[in-house]
């Protein structure tokens, strides 16, 4: 073995071996769709006395933490976003009323003296507040004495001996509980039942005690902070919650939930084993035709899949990601696009093994891999490009799927470059492999590329009926969507979707009359899959959802929620407005991109291609009534990925050709480089839609509308990548004055078009 071959298997053993390490001593992160839980996104408000900021979304983050962990909820997370969200999850809840009551209230507890009897002119006014008690008499009250803030500890306990049922004991920090001892001293001043001798205590502005100062209290003596009790007609519930409030402080800006996605753990546990399932049949079925169509090196590069899947899974595990549903079927997905680049090194091999018979096979496998270095780094940055931008403009799941996406590239690279290209040099070294064809699989040419070079059709002799066919498709595709419409997800329009699994089937129809008479006559219902339904609404809180499930259970029996998400209007046009945004810089970055790698001309065509397959495959999701939502974004900026690979893969081949025969036609360089790139756009098309197919297939109902977008995109992306990206570039070029590209020398200088190449025995010496 070479030195760098040593190399590289070193390198390749010492990273399996710790990735093995790792996948077997660590678990995976995973997110609330797959281990079931709630989800809530918050939204902090600006109030009278603060700004959301950075600095009071922090102090409202740790607020809610207290609240949180004295619900009792294992291992919740909590994390600011952007300057002014807060997002919540909590594992295995799968009834969000409590939560939500407990962590959006904002708990505004004060501390007021009683000025005597309210009137209706001063109720709700600040400077002469006019609040009702307990039993509904309006109380005067003064300004607040004292806040939550001042509350040191609060308890709730049953008081059997004195018949005050369920109270509240309060203990207040040192200075507060000074504060207090005044307030109730000069309570105390004035005579029994006077209604000045009462201090109300109020929350989020209505009155929840208003107790006497109690006989014994002397005046200007007051309460001491130990042995404060706040009475009412409190419930062992209301009285828990309160004392849960107080303890947990007041937050210091008022919340607003404006996500709230809740999934059963029944699901969550079906999806897994739907996606480990749809990833071993896929791989496995990748690898047998990848095995196929190379013989060895097929079966070696299969090796080098099974190690990226370790490399990958590991690398995720080690870095804390958080795996979510689409995250996951990101992970399914770049085992297929990893044959990428195994496949352009064979291809490209197999042209140098035919085009220099004499050559040894590990000469026209090292040449394979320096010729295909460059579209393999090219159709790979502009995957990562999609990745980025999943990530930085995608919110919830997305950001997941982004992550993993980017993992799954950068291991695939690994992968190919490196423990591939070790385990093809150490086999290409064999006699035996290099003596026998039909082993090692790159000394024969292929089906595909033997065809094709019989039959040499003219595919762009006339390149406009080809942008008349790709005409025609926008058009149909248009047509879908303004006479069908895009059907916008509960993300991007606001609303709440709910799943709910009966013990007895309940039809459609049936379901749709009973909320009827419930009265959620706007509720959307349909099907979703296994006799579940599907009911979507506007404005629907907790409590009005709790009474539509049982509203359902009336007529399904035993009733169970299976996923939940509610998104809050102004959260729907924002993400709404971030998926435009999201296409538009991917268009953008891929131009300036392709603009600086390649010639203007291509870049161009790229990104008008790349406009052809979006809205051929927004089309397709209108004729077929299916949802565009989050995910759907997803499936669209990897397609948008994978459009430019493939059509970064034919260019790279167009400008390599044309640098070698500079005077020839664009239109013949270009049909040349189509027919050489073919096999490897059919070959790496295969892998893929393996993949996706058992995804669709096995992946079950919450993947099934992901892989169809995926299947559609990739098929729609190899088409246009040959008979609309080239056909465009050619009528581009026909009004370019840019000279052709000019020729690479071996040590990375060009030429010009009368260059020569130098004899090697010639060593440039003149006389």
Not at 122 to 139: F, I
Not at 407 to 424: D, K, N, Q
Request: hydrophobic share 45%; net charge positive.
């Amino acid at each position: 073995m070479t030195r760098a071959t040593t190399v590289r298997a070193v390198l390749a053993a010492a990273v399996l071996l710790v990735s093995v390490l790792i996948t077997l001593t660590m678990s995976p992160r995973l997110g609330l769709d797959l281990q079931g839980g709630t989800r809530m996104v918050l939204q902090a408000k600006d109030s009278a006395t603060a700004k959301a900021d950075r600095e009071s979304t922090d102090r409202t983050l740790e607020v809610l933490r207290r609240r949180i962990d004295s619900l009792g909820v294992a291992e919740p997370t909590l994390t600011r976003s952007g300057e002014d969200r807060i997002i919540v999850e909590l594992p295995d809840v799968q009834d969000p009323r409590k939560a939500a009551e407990v962590i959006g209230r904002t708990a505004q507890l004060s501390f007021h003296a009683v000025r005597g009897p309210g009137t209706e002119q001063e109720k709700g006014k600040a400077a002469g507040l006019s609040l009702p008690d307990e039993e509904g008499r309006l109380l005067a009250l003064g300004q607040a004495r004292l806040t939550g803030a001042g509350v040191k500890d609060a308890g709730a306990s049953f008081d059997a001996q004195q018949g005050a049922g369920w109270t509240v004991a309060l203990d207040f920090h040192k200075d507060a509980g000074r504060e207090w001892t005044r307030l109730t001293g000069e309570a105390a001043c004035h005579p029994a039942q006077d209604e000045r001798r009462r201090v109300a205590i109020v929350l989020d502005d209505r009155v929840i005690s208003s107790p006497q100062v109690a006989p014994s209290v002397g005046c200007s003596v007051g309460l001491p902070s130990g042995s404060t009790q706040i009475t009412g007609s409190f419930g062992a519930d209301e009285a828990r919650d309160l004392a849960l409030l107080i303890k947990g402080g007041a937050l210091p800006l008022p919340v607003e939930i404006v996500e709230q996605r809740t999934v059963g753990p029944t699901l969550g546990a079906a999806a897994i084993d739907a996606s480990v399932r749809a990833a071993l049949i896929g791989a496995a079925a990748t690898a047998l035709f990848i095995t196929f169509v190379y013989r060895l090196f097929g079966a070696l590069a299969a090796t080098a899949l099974a190690a990226y899947g370790v490399i990958s899974y590991a690398a995720l595990v080690a870095l804390g990601v958080t795996l979510t549903l689409p995250g996951l079927a990101g992970f399914v997905l770049a085992i297929g696009m990893a044959v990428d680049a195994n496949v352009l090194v064979f291809e490209r091999a197999r042209e140098e093994y035919a085009q220099r018979s004499g050559r040894p096979l590990r000469s026209a496998m090292t040449a394979g891999f320096r010729n295909a270095w460059s579209a393999v780094a090219d159709s790979n940055v502009t995957t990562l490009i999609a990745a980025g931008l999943l990530f930085f403009l995608g919110s919830g799941p997305v950001k997941g799927f982004g992550v993993t996406l980017a993992i799954g590239v950068l291991a695939s690279m690994f992968s190919a470059l490196v423990i591939a290209r070790a385990l093809t040099e150490i086999a290409s070294r064999s006699r035996f492999v290099g003596d026998y064809r039909g082993v090692n699989g790159i000394a024969r040419p292929g089906r595909v590329r033997t065809w094709l070079a019989r039959r040499d059709p003219q595919l762009f002799r006339s390149p406009r009926r080809w942008l008349l066919i790709s005409t025609v498709l926008i058009a149909v595709a248009g047509l879908g969507i303004v006479v069908r419409g895009v059907d916008l997800g509960v993300e991007f329009t606001g609303g709440r979707l709910v799943e709910y699994s009966t013990s007895r089937p309940v039809d459609v129809e049936t379901a749709r009359t009973v909320l009827a008479g419930a009265g959620f006559g706007d509720a959307e219902v349909t099907t979703a899959g296994a006799g579940d339904l599907s009911v979507r609404t506007g404005d629907l809180d907790n409590h009005e959802e709790h009474a539509l499930r049982a509203a359902l259970a009336e007529e399904g029996g035993d009733t169970t929620k299976v996923r939940d998400e509610l998104i809050g209007p102004s959260l729907g046009d924002e993400l709404r407005r971030n998926a435009i945004i999201a296409l538009a810089v991917a268009v953008l970055v891929q131009l300036a991109y392709l603009a600086v790698r390649f010639r203007w001309t291509f870049a161009l065509a790229s990104v008008a291609t790349l406009v052809h397959d979006v809205i051929l495959l927004v089309g397709a999701f209108a004729w077929l009534g299916r949802t565009v939502d989050g995910i759907f974004l997803a499936a669209l900026l990897t397609v948008i990925g994978y459009s430019v690979n493939d059509s970064v893969v034919v260019f790279d081949r167009v400008r390599e050709l044309w640098a070698k025969a500079r005077r020839e036609s664009v239109t013949t360089i270009a049909n040349r480089a189509v027919l050489q790139t073919v096999p490897r756009t059919v070959n790496t098309g295969m892998g893929a839609l393996f993949i996706l197919a058992a995804l669709a297939v096995l992946g079950g109902d919450s993947l099934e509308d992901f892989a169809l977008a995926l299947l559609i995109g990739i098929c729609v992306g190899t088409y246009s990548s040959v008979l609309t990206a080239v056909p465009v570039a050619l009528t581009l070029e026909k009004r370019a004055k840019t000279p052709p590209p000019a020729r690479k020398r071996a040590s990375g200088r060009t030429s010009g078009a009368g260059a020569r190449r130098r004899d090697p025995l010639d060593n440039g010496a003149r006389v």
